[in-house]
């Protein structure tokens, strides 16, 4: 039975104002969870009321001039980090088979005053959590608004999220919409920490890729490093590692100095030791700066095989990327055509 918050506790808490997050507390065969001398009874969510009334049924009509104002009609995936008891989830692109498609700016109504024409992102609307490939919970949007640190304005939304307590410390977050990812069951949820051979992993990777792509050898390949992750793919035997390594470089939204580059690698142990399963490599000079760090991994599109999410940090802005396994290997499946890093108004 998939766990739901019935609305009159919710609303307590929303209008208590809560310093940390709500946590569920899944136990097979029993469906209730105590909070603070209250028990809340977990049931089956409804196909249509957690949906906002600004989502009715379409006309065709209604459907035709949507399409042409840019209104997405496949789901949204969203990213973003939780702060205490809030989460604020931002557009990444609608799902569209292994990769991603931008969302036009056209169905953004007001810059200022956060109308939307985006029926899927509203006030009201569901969204199901993901960290580590599984679901974690849930957030409905409280607040709907555009963030504008990214190279094209996002549809952004703010809420309380609800967690399984196993997932109480989770700060990046995944979500897809309600109605699409509402069936996914829950799965217990492990929290990945890089250990010492991986890092050690991470730095012969490394050291095996700049000679190949011709690059400037840094002064200290281990200061070089800023970024490093371990993950769990399903059905893979080892856990997969993901570094990001700058020369001349940082990783935030600033200029990169003369000679700058970027090298993300990915590797993965399954003969035993780590080899490259995927690497970009990225010279400022002659590409931009574009310094990937990889944010974490999700089947968006239900198919049973893994994507992963990047998060790309310009001179001036921040994009996102993807990668999807093809053929069994992985390949950049997606990009945000961001490298002018000019807004679109």
Known sequence: MEPQIIPDPIDRM???????????????????????????????????????????????????????????????????????????????GEVNGNSLKKISNQGLRSETTGDFSLGLITQGSEWVLFSEGVRIGRMIAQEVSIDDSFCTLRPTISGIVELVSEASDVEQLIALPIDVAGSRSFQPYTAYRHNYNQRVASLALASEVIPSVGAEWPPSILDSRTDIHAFQLPGEPRQAIAATFLHQDRMITSPPEPGAYSLFVMGDATSGTYEVSYMWYRLAESQGKGVPRYLDHIDWNGDGSEEILLEIFGSEDRWFAGLARQDSKWIRSFEDSCNSATKEK
């Open 14 to 92: 929303q209008r208590e104002h809560l310093a940390i997050a709500v946590i569920l507390t899944l136990a097979t065969g029993c469906d209730n969870v105590a909070w603070e001398g209250l028990e809340l009874r977990l049931n089956p969510p409804t196909s249509s009321s957690a949906i906002s009334s600004a989502q009715s049924v379409i006309t065709p009509d209604l459907a035709d001039e949507e399409q042409s104002l840019g209104i997405p009609q496949r789901p949204i995936l969203l990213s973003g980090k939780r702060t205490g008891s809030t989460a604020k989830l931002t557009a990444v």
